[in-house]
């Protein structure tokens, strides 16, 4: 080993809020926060869907529940999550596939999943809850 190799600084500690983590390693770290959420999410999100099926009474419950503007909140919260988790997970696709790896490239496509996942969020979250 070279000498510079040795001497280079390394950190002392790791804390998360100090470390300034490239584009790419952000969006990877918000792919599995997406995946984690919508995964513990997917009991009352299962317990909405069966409840609008159940009968007429019960959809109307469920939809008053979505009208509460909390709810309409974390409902836009799992939109985000489910889109960027996907969007993500086929830049993952491609990486795995050995396409991207160069730095200018992983960096484009990270702007690209968070501006794409971003836009359909409000586009699709925009024509779910204003509109309908």
Same mark, same amino acid.
């Given at each position: 080993?070279?000498?510079?190799?040795?001497?280079?600084?390394?950190?002392?500690?790791?804390?998360?809020?100090?470390?300034?983590?490239?584009?790419?390693?952000?969006?990877?770290?918000?792919?599995?926060?997406?995946?984690?959420?919508?995964?513990?999410?997917?009991?009352?999100?299962?317990?909405?869907?069966?409840?609008?099926?159940?009968?007429?009474?019960?959809?109307?419950?469920?939809?008053?529940?979505?009208?509460?503007?909390?709810?309409?909140?974390?409902?836009?919260?799992?939109?985000?999550?489910?889109?960027?988790?996907?969007?993500?997970?086929?830049?993952?696709?491609? %990486?795995?596939?050995?396409?991207?790896?160069?730095?200018?490239?992983?960096?484009?496509?990270?702007?690209?999943?968070?501006?794409?996942?971003?836009? %359909?969020?409000?586009?699709?979250?925009?024509?779910?809850?204003?509109?309908?």
């Amino acid at each position: 080993m070279s000498e510079t190799a040795i001497k280079k600084p390394r950190p002392k500690h790791l804390d998360l809020m100090v470390i300034r983590q490239p584009l790419p390693a952000f969006v990877s770290i918000l792919h599995r926060v997406s995946g984690a959420g919508l995964f513990i999410m997917l009991p009352v999100l299962l317990w909405l869907f069966g409840t609008s099926l159940g009968s007429p009474e019960s959809a109307t419950a469920a939809v008053e529940c979505v009208a509460n503007p909390l709810v309409k909140l974390i409902l836009f919260g799992l939109l985000w999550a489910y889109l960027h988790h996907f969007c993500a997970g086929i830049r993952f696709l491609f %990486l795995d596939m050995h396409k991207g790896l160069d730095l200018a490239t992983a960096r484009m496509t990270s702007w690209i999943v968070l501006g794409v996942s971003l836009m %359909l969020t409000v586009l699709i979250g925009a024509r779910l809850f204003l509109l309908g």
